[in-house]
């Protein structure tokens, strides 16, 4: 939601205030927000982290990069990327018995508990990069299972995570294939696999700039 309002007026200047037109400072919204009730549910983290100071000052250092990127680079040179969690969950949850039947047997295939990592990319310009799909494997022969099409990028890991060589994978694969080389911006969270040595100097050959985003 950071990006709303990227690239609309001249960049940033020393000293801008950041929370101009915005209303109250993030921790200013989140006390209001926290008056309003206990619901007895575990808070929003966006709120607990409004509150510390040293999270909102992470936040406001974010937003003014990913700003001075848009108007270095070009909407369509900054990218912002992330892992999520596939689980294999292609199991049928209904049923057909007679009524008042106890338990029914379900045949499965074996591999429920099974996870894969996606690797995604967008662009603030709005349209997605080739994604990358890591499973748990040795082997290329994994890969068979996965059957993925020509737009998606195979790849695989002894736990089916992300690793600073496939990070450089998909920089290599994905990101430069968009970029053909020329400067551009990519966000990344603080996942270590990010920001080994190897992803870096990967990322200053191939002119990437690497904004650091929020936690993990």
Known sequence: TCFGGLGRGPPLSKGANLDAGRG????HRAKKISGRGNTGRTPNRTH??????SKEDQIADYIAAMHVAVHTYGKKMVICADETPIRSEGQNRKTVARTGTESIKIRKVG????????MLAIPVQGRKLKPMI???????????KLDLG???IGAYSENGWMTS????????????EHTKGNPCALSLDDYRAHWTDEVKDFAQC???ELIRGGNR
């Not at 607990?48 to 100071?53: I, K, L, N, R, S």
């Not at 591999?111 to 996606?118: F, P």
């Not at 890591?134 to 068979?144: P, R, W």
């Not at 060589?165 to 920089?171: A, D, G, I, N, T």
Request: charged fraction near 20%; proline fraction near 6%.
């Open 150 to 152: 020509k737009n998606i």
């Open 111 to 118: 591999n429920e508990r099974e996870q894969c990592t996606a």
């Open 24 to 27: 109250p400072p993030l921790s």
């Open 165 to 176: 060589q496939l990070m450089v994978k998909f920089m290599n694969e994905s990101v430069l």
């Open 134 to 144: 890591v499973t748990k494997g040795t082997t290329n022969a994994c890969l068979k």
């Open 48 to 53: 607990v982290a409004a509150t510390d100071p």
């Open 206 to 208: 191939n002119n990437i």
